[in-house]
């Protein structure tokens, strides 16, 4: 799955340091699980328990994680939307990403100087949500003068997009993004079609001090930061950057013993790489034994033949059916053999929607 979530933020709210932590810079690639595909792009594995426990019951000669990527997003100041700045650059490349990661500063730091000159959480998210707006409204109003002439016609396409501008229009003018509004159906189609950038979802991450990692709620600005999150429906994910830059040079039995001393459980980075995968409605499925027990990224909704494509073209082409049993199943019953004597096992056609966790065998012939 092409899909990537792009990281957005001021300057000095720990933007590069997080994406630091994400790409691992200057770490060996064969050493760690993280990788750097271009300067702004780094790909990180998904964490996920499951592959472990089902390597355990059905022995492979390998594990290997499902993959998500983030694009680290040119530096954004007021005026973006008129291209000041990098703002050209910027709005360009969240066209090009489908998701955001907005990393808001949720720290007190006198030898990092706030671009506003304050630590003002709401403040900081309101200058890039508007600037996005802004950019949105530019697009709307362009296309609106076309769109309200031809639907003087009567033409039933364009009344129907007129109907849907003239509903936008005014949320964007009080810097209220798309997403928040509500649309039928059809209405999304239309929506969809005009590519606005505050039609994507949005992860908040509060980038935190490292003495707030035990107890993130006991930070004022993650509140803050929690708040107007609740506004939009968007989750909030804490996570001190720098300690997680650090966390990413250890190993694994090095890092486990940093997150006990700090008091939890999973590293902020782990936490993030799993609601950056769930905003996007990504989910898992595996292929279990042999040279490899691998975990694959598919869309939530997806039918069998196409969950088939992403391991190659030619099972989708040829696909016959699916023999599929659930993750859950299986660690209930403990093996393959056990979970086929439950009547668990199932052979599922092509119109079976893939669930998350489902361990599929596909039949195909080309």
């Known amino acids: ?112 100087t706030s671009v506003t000159g304050v630590v003002d959480p709401l403040d900081d998210i309101e200058t890039i949500n508007l600037e996005l707006a802004l950019a949105d409204l530019d697009s709307v109003n362009k296309r609106y003068a076309k769109v309200e002439k ?28 798309v997403r928040t509004l509500d649309f039928t159906e059809d209405e999304q189609k239309i929506v969809k079609g005009l590519f606005l950038l505050t039609t994507k979802p949005v992860l908040y991450v509060a980038n935190i001090a490292e003495d707030d990692m035990a107890d993130p709620e006991s930070c004022q600005y993650v509140r803050v930061i929690e708040d107007y999150a609740a506004k939009e429906d968007a ?69 069998a033949p196409q969950v088939a494509g992403v391991i190659h073209s030619d099972f989708e082409r040829g696909f016959i059916r699916a023999e599929t049993m659930s993750f859950a199943d299986l660690d209930q019953y403990g093996s393959v053999a056990a979970v086929r004597e439950a009547g668990r096992l199932r052979s599922e056609g092509k119109e079976y929607q893939v669930q998350d966790g489902d361990i599929i065998e596909f039949r195909f012939n080309v």
């Open 1 to 112: 799955m092409a899909l990537t979530a792009g990281i957005v933020g001021l300057p000095n709210v720990g933007k590069s340091t997080l994406f630091n932590a994400i790409t691992k810079a200057g770490a060996e690639m064969a050493n760690y699980p993280f990788a750097t595909i271009d300067p702004n792009v780094g790909m990180v594995e998904v964490p996920d328990a499951r592959l472990a426990r089902i390597d355990e019951l059905i022995p492979a000669k390998k594990i290997i994680h499902t993959t998500f990527e983030f694009t680290d997003i040119a530096g954004i100041v007021k005026g973006a939307s008129k291209g000041e700045g990098l703002g050209n650059k910027f709005l360009e490349n969240i066209r090009q990403v489908d998701a955001i990661v907005h990393v808001v500063r949720a720290f007190d730091d006198d030898e990092i």
């Open 150 to 177: 031809i639907a003087r016609t009567k033409d039933k396409e364009a009344l129907a997009e007129f109907a849907v501008l003239k509903k936008i229009r005014p949320a964007l003018e009080e810097g209220q993004p």
């Open 235 to 303: 989750e909030v994910i804490a996570v001190s950057a720098r300690t997680e830059e650090e966390i990413a040079e250890l190993d694994d039995a090095d890092k486990a013993d940093f997150l006990e001393a700090e008091g939890v459980s999973e590293s902020g980075l782990d936490k993030l790489i799993k609601a950056s995968y769930q905003l996007l409605g990504l989910a898992t499925f595996f292929t279990a034994g042999g040279k490899e027990t691998r975990a694959w990224t598919f869309k939530r909704g997806m039918k």
